[in-house]
């Protein structure tokens, strides 16, 4: 029986959401996120007003993804750092990257947009592999 601990979840998650602030901070892609979602000024202040809640909200969602990435590491026999690596790139490939697709396909929304959002899960795939990795 595979054993799992909170704590490196509980950080991975973090490192997930801390990446989400820097990659949509207006500086990064928050302004050209913010252009391409079409959203309204009183939207972004509505958005501000919930962060709290959003960013708790997201910490679980990733801290999910760490919980289900902890029970791989040890079937697919995750070693080091570069399998680590290796491990999220697969995951975001197989899972991520096609299933987000469908914004593009159905929604009609930008590819830019498609690449702004699944490139932030490939950057948190991968620091959440590495975390729970060592």
């Known amino acids: 029986m595979l054993e799992v601990t909170f ?11 801390v990446i989400g602030f ?7 892609f928050g302004s050209f996120w913010i252009r391409l979602t079409n959203l309204s000024p009183e939207a972004v202040e509505k958005g ?14 990733s801290m ?29 490939v197989g899972f991520v990257a096609p299933t987000m697709l469908g914004m593009v396909l159905w929604e009609q929304k930008s590819f830019k947009l498609y690449l702004i959002n699944a490139l932030y899960w490939l950057v ?3 620091a959440i592999a ?3 990795v060592f």
Not at 8 to 17: E, H, K, N
Not at 49 to 55: D, E, F, Q
Not at 65 to 92: K, N, T
């Open 7 to 17: 704590l490196p979840i509980f950080f991975a998650g973090v490192v997930s959401v």
């Open 22 to 28: 820097i990659w949509y901070h207006p500086k990064v």
């Open 48 to 61: 501000k007003k919930r962060m709290p809640v959003m960013a708790f909200i997201g910490l679980l969602a």
């Open 64 to 92: 999910l993804v760490a919980y289900v990435m902890s029970f791989m590491l040890p079937v697919l026999v995750v070693p080091d750092w570069i399998g680590a690596i290796e491990l999220a790139f697969w995951c975001w």
């Open 124 to 126: 948190s795939f991968v």
């Open 130 to 132: 590495e975390i729970l």
